[in-house]
C-alpha cells in the first residue's frame, strides 16, 4: 500500500528566503506525486506533479520540486517565499499499478513572515 | 481543466438524519472520489465513486454509513446516513482528468461541503 509522509507541521521562513517543504513517499511501482496548496477556507489547488522524465518539475507560482527515486523524497521547493505563499501544503502520491487512488500526507502549514 | 461544484456548500444537521451531498464536473471525467477532511487537516478517502455500479470503499466506510451514487460521467452524490458529531468534516469531491492517453493527469477538487452535525 502507498503511503506519504511529511516530516515538518509547520514550516517557517522569512519572505525573500528559499523555502522547502518535505515530502517522502512510498509506494510498490513507480510513483506518481503531487503538490497541492489550500489557502484559508478555500479548495484544494494543484500545484505540480511529477510521472515521468525530469527529475525537477517546475509548477504554479514559481514552485517546483525535485524527485528523487533512491531517498524516496519530493520535496516542494521555491527560491524566493512570498508572505502570500503562507497556506497548507498537501504532498500526495498515487501508485501507477492499475489503481487511480491518491493518498495524501498530514500536510504542512507554511508560514512566510514578512 | 474540471470544473467541480458541490451542493450544498454547507449545513448544520442533527443527529440521526442523512444529509446528501452532490458533485458536478463540467465535463465528462474518468474518475470521480470522495473524501473527507477535517478543517486543516489531511485528506482521508473515502471512496471512488464508479459509474453504474457500486462504489469502491476504502477501509473503516461502508456503503450502508455512505451511499454513493454515480449516474453518469458528470455526476456523482454522497449520503452521510444516520449522522453523528463524529461525521461532523468538510466532505470534498473530486475527479481525475486523464486526458487523451493519459496526456494531463490531474486531479481536481470540488469546493468542499462543510457539515456539523449537532
Known amino acids: 500500500a502507498q503511503s506519504v509522509a511529511q516530516p515538518e507541521d509547520q514550516v517557517n521562513v522569512a519572505e525573500g528566503n528559499p523555502l522547502t517543504v518535505k515530502c517522502t513517499y512510498s509506494v510498490s511501482g513507480n510513483p506518481y506525486l503531487f503538490w497541492y496548496v489550500q489557502y484559508p477556507n478555500r479548495g484544494l489547488q494543484f500545484l505540480l506533479k511529477y510521472i515521468t522524465g525530469d527529475n525537477l518539475v517546475k509548477g504554479s507560482y514559481g514552485f517546483e520540486a525535485e524527485f528523487n527515486k533512491s531517498q524516496t523524497s519530493f520535496h516542494l521547493k521555491k527560491p524566493s517565499a512570498l508572505v ?14 492499475g489503481g487511480f487512488k491518491t493518498i495524501f500526507g498530514a500536510g504542512t502549514r507554511l508560514f512566510v513572515k514578512a | 481543466s474540471a470544473v467541480i461544484s458541490q451542493k450544498p456548500s454547507r449545513d448544520i444537521c442533527q443527529r440521526g438524519t442523512s444529509l446528501t451531498i452532490q458533485c458536478q464536473v463540467d465535463s465528462q471525467v474518468t474518475m470521480m472520489f470522495w473524501y473527507r477532511q477535517q478543517p486543516g487537516q489531511s485528506l482521508t478517502l ?73
Open chain 1, 84 to 97: 502570500s505563499d503562507s497556506a497548507l501544503y498537501f504532498c500526495a502520491v498515487r501508485d501507477n499499478t
Open chain 2, 46 to 118: 473515502i471512496a471512488t465513486a464508479n459509474q453504474g455500479s457500486e462504489a469502491t470503499y476504502e477501509s473503516g466506510f461502508v456503503i450502508d454509513k455512505f451511499p454513493i451514487s454515480r449516474p453518469n460521467l458528470t455526476f456523482s452524490t454522497l449520503t452521510v446516513s444516520n449522522m453523528s458529531p463524529e461525521d461532523s468534516s468538510i466532505y470534498l469531491c473530486s475527479v481525475l482528468d486523464l486526458g487523451q492517453g493519459g496526456s494531463t493527469d490531474t486531479q481536481y477538487f470540488g469546493p468542499g461541503t462543510r457539515l456539523t452535525v449537532l
